[in-house]
């Protein structure tokens, strides 16, 4: 019922020039999926790490500029042992859940399974091992041999967390970011007063013991939502077996555990040689103050990733390689745009939040800065790594990280002087030298083009960007023409005079369903097929069934150079009212029926009967080549073998292309005059206008080698029509 409650307020309170795009989300099953995911993921956190984030803040006053980066130092160090005692198991359950739960589910419960289990011995190990060489680390590692008994502590945190990787990689794995939004909500709520209790009563180790509590709830919450989940899936979980699944652990944990275990010992030797400096915990303070206040930006992106992960895995399994690859390149594209202004957001508010954490705290600008643009880095980095865990090359990553970890140690032991700056901007270059190692090697992958990629990815960004006044003002087109194309129509009724069904995708506002009635019932009164038109805009839908216009719809395009014939031939059909407007006659409104569905949703345009003639003219040129190609691919299963398929748009080679493979033939039948009967974009192209030659593609009629597939817009599927 939640659900269905924020659904109905999402529409209600979107703004009308934003329907458009949230029909085309509900039309896209990936679309759907993913913001559906981000919603619930993002609404449980934004409240329990803000609540995480005022803690720390109470915290931080609390304890001192010294014990809170003392604080720093046990994190860090659990963090170190952490990522062997996890063994990447999140990461490994993420993704074959998400891979088998509808395929395998027996499989998906034995990985469920053992990947707990596996946890348990990992997390157990490494926290015997911290608690056991405590007093050692205290005293030889991190200078500070009063915090011994503290790090045993730590040791229960970092059993607790193994069990919990394990366990929220199973739900991602099942999508079930709805349920982790609830645990995250909860967990967020009862962190606030047990962290601030705890570093009130009891000081750092309070602090320590808060973080352990917070956790071992945490691993409840868990442990019921799986066991939901796996209900819910019919996932069921066996020891039986499970021994099978240890080669997945081995062939794909342990590469990912490799990769990850060089983030922990690094920061902590850097953190080591930090705290050996002279004020080097105060320092080290300032530094986790400013990471700290990032970490809602932070969170939200690894938030995204965990949301990209089980979608781009179960894409990669099953779709296409070149579906995958598109996805990939839009998900790297648009969080990356979107790491841009969480970094320059932060940045500028940072001068009025940060002076919460004290007069004790001396934060200089270069310091944040550089702070921000390595969490930024590190967490475009966690794009880049849901992107190689799909594709089942994580050893990309372990080169990369180990790129980034001698480069980050060996500049740092020179800035190190330079205090928690030093430490910013030798971690900002590792990570940029690293990243642009990973980058090259997978867009050179994904894009699965020749050329240097970054030339590649510039290129796209620039389309992007070139795209998005576009796609704002075109791509949910609201405004079609009566008549657009006259030749066209005449030579359609032509090749097809008596159909019983006509489809007209992406119809607007109805005046091309209309004009194909009329024309019909001119021709033949007592045979006009019926015309369905569909549209992911349901302002334009409701326009067109009501069927009233202004004057300037009448003579919107190619027809205003033929004002005179076109309005004699209107004037039959439409019946002008008091209020200037022109209302479509009954007998042609009739025939015309109109409804939500969507171009690109295939689990839409698979209900539909075949019809014998299919339109789809005004949305086209607004898409990419891969859309484009997806679009005639379904676009062709709804025509009757032996009916028409006429298209508009498309730049001309991209148009070559995509026919020549679709197995339609092109019907060359007054071409030529249809070309040119389009006078208002031909004119746009003999004036020289090259923005709009690129974009509208309307150059003069050749006949050059594949002329008739660029040229053509009706197209014949092969086969009997009485079939």
């Known amino acids: 019922m939640l659900s269905i409650a924020i659904k109905r307020a999402i529409q209600v309170c979107c703004p009308s020039d934003l329907k458009p795009v949230l029909a085309r989300i509900e039309a896209s099953e990936i679309g759907y999926r993913l913001v559906k995911g981000t919603f619930w993921s993002v609404a449980g956190t934004v409240i329990s790490r803000g609540l995480m984030f005022a803690a720390w803040v109470l915290v931080a006053r609390m304890l001192g500029k010294t014990d809170y980066g003392e604080l720093g130092m046990i994190q860090s160090t659990v963090g170190m042992f952490g990522v062997f005692a996890g063994f990447g198991l999140g990461l490994t359950a993420t993704k074959h859940v998400a891979e088998y739960r509808s395929s395998d589910p027996k499989r998906a419960g034995r990985i469920i399974v053992i990947s707990g289990l596996v946890a348990m011995v990992t997390g157990g190990l490494m926290a015997t091992g911290l608690f056991v060489f405590a007093s050692w680390l205290a005293e030889h590692t991190i200078n500070a041999p009063h915090l011994a008994g503290v790090l045993r502590i730590s040791a229960l945190i970092l059993f607790v967390n193994a069990l919990n990787g394990a366990q929220t990689g199973a739900l991602a794995g099942f999508e079930a970011f709805k349920t982790i939004a609830y645990v995250n909500l909860f967990v967020g709520i009862i962190s606030f007063p047990i962290l601030v209790g705890g570093a009130y009563f009891g000081g750092l180790t309070g602090a320590v013991w808060a973080l352990a509590i917070n956790l071992i709830v945490n691993w409840f919450l868990n442990h019921l939502a799986l066991r939901k989940e796996a209900h819910r899936h019919k996932v069921t979980f066996s020891f039986r077996k499970c021994s099978h699944e240890l080669a997945i652990l081995w062939s794909f944990s342990l590469p990912m555990v490799l990769s990850s275990s060089l983030a922990g010992p690094v920061m902590w030797v850097c953190n080591s040689l930090l705290v050996n400096k002279p004020e080097g915990y105060a320092e080290l303070g300032l530094y986790t103050a400013v990471y700290k206040f990032y970490s809602p930006a932070i969170f939200l992106t690894a938030i995204l990733s965990n949301v990209y992960l089980p979608i781009l895995s179960n894409s990669y399994a099953s779709d296409s390689s070149q579906r995958f ?10 969080n990356g745009l979107g790491l841009l202004f969480l970094f320059s957001l932060f940045l500028g508010i940072s001068p009025i939040l940060l002076p919460m954490y004290g007069n004790d705290y001396d934060f200089r600008f270069l310091l944040v800065f550089l702070v921000i643009l390595s969490a930024t880095l590190s967490a475009f980095g966690g794009y880049l790594n849901s992107v190689l865990v799909a594709m089942n090359i994580p050893w990309y990553g372990l080169i990369g990280n180990a790129l980034w970890a001698i480069i980050y ?16 901007f030798s971690l900002s270059v590792s990570l940029l030298c690293s990243q642009v190692f990973i980058e090259y090697h997978m867009l050179k992958r994904i894009f699965q083009q020749k050329g240097n990629p970054f030339a590649i990815v510039f290129f796209r960004i620039f389309s992007f960007f070139k795209s998005i006044y576009r796609r704002k003002n075109l791509l949910m087109s609201t405004t079609t023409a ?8 005449n030579t359609i009724y032509d090749l097809a005079n008596s159909p019983q069904r006509i489809y007209v995708f992406a119809c607007s506002q109805g005046c091309e369903a209309y004009s194909l009635a009329m024309i019909y019932h001119k021709k033949n009164p007592d045979s006009i097929p019926h015309i369905f038109g569909f549209d992911i805009d349901r302002e334009c839908l409701k326009k067109a069934e009501i069927g009233i216009y202004s004057a300037k719809d009448l003579l ?8 005179t014939t076109v309005t004699r031939f209107l004037s039959k059909y439409l019946v002008l009212q008091d209020d200037g407007n022109y209302r479509v006659v009954e007998s042609i409104q009739s025939q015309c029926s109109f409804a939500f569905g969507s171009i690109l949703d295939p689990q839409f345009t698979q209900t539909l009967d075949k019809a014998d003639i299919v339109f789809c003219q005004n949305v086209l040129i607004h898409m990419t ?18 009916g028409l398929l006429v298209i508009g748009g498309m730049r001309l080679p991209v148009r070559e292309r995509i026919m020549k493979i679709s197995g339609l033939v092109p019907i060359t039948t007054n071409c030529r005059e249809i070309h040119e009967a389009q006078k208002d974009l031909r004119n746009l192209w003999n004036r020289n206008m090259a923005m709009n030659r690129s974009y509208i593609a309307m150059p003069p009629f050749t006949q050059a080698e594949g002329w008739e597939y660029q040229f053509s817009t009706i197209f014949r599927k092969e086969g009997s029509k009485s079939t």
């Not at 919107?556 to 004002?563: K, P």
């Not at 080549?625 to 032996?642: C, F, Q, S, W, Y």
């Open 325 to 334: 690859s598109t996805q990939a390149k839009r998900m790297l594209m648009t």
């Open 409 to 424: 140690v060996g500049l740092f032991l020179y800035c190190s002087r330079y205090g928690a700056i030093g430490m910013a």
């Open 482 to 489: 009566f008549l657009r194309n006259i030749v066209q129509l």
């Open 556 to 563: 919107y395009g190619s027809n205003r150079h033929d004002e």
């Open 625 to 642: 080549e891969a859309e484009n190609k997806d679009a005639i691919e379904l676009l062709a299963n709804t025509v009757r073998p032996g």
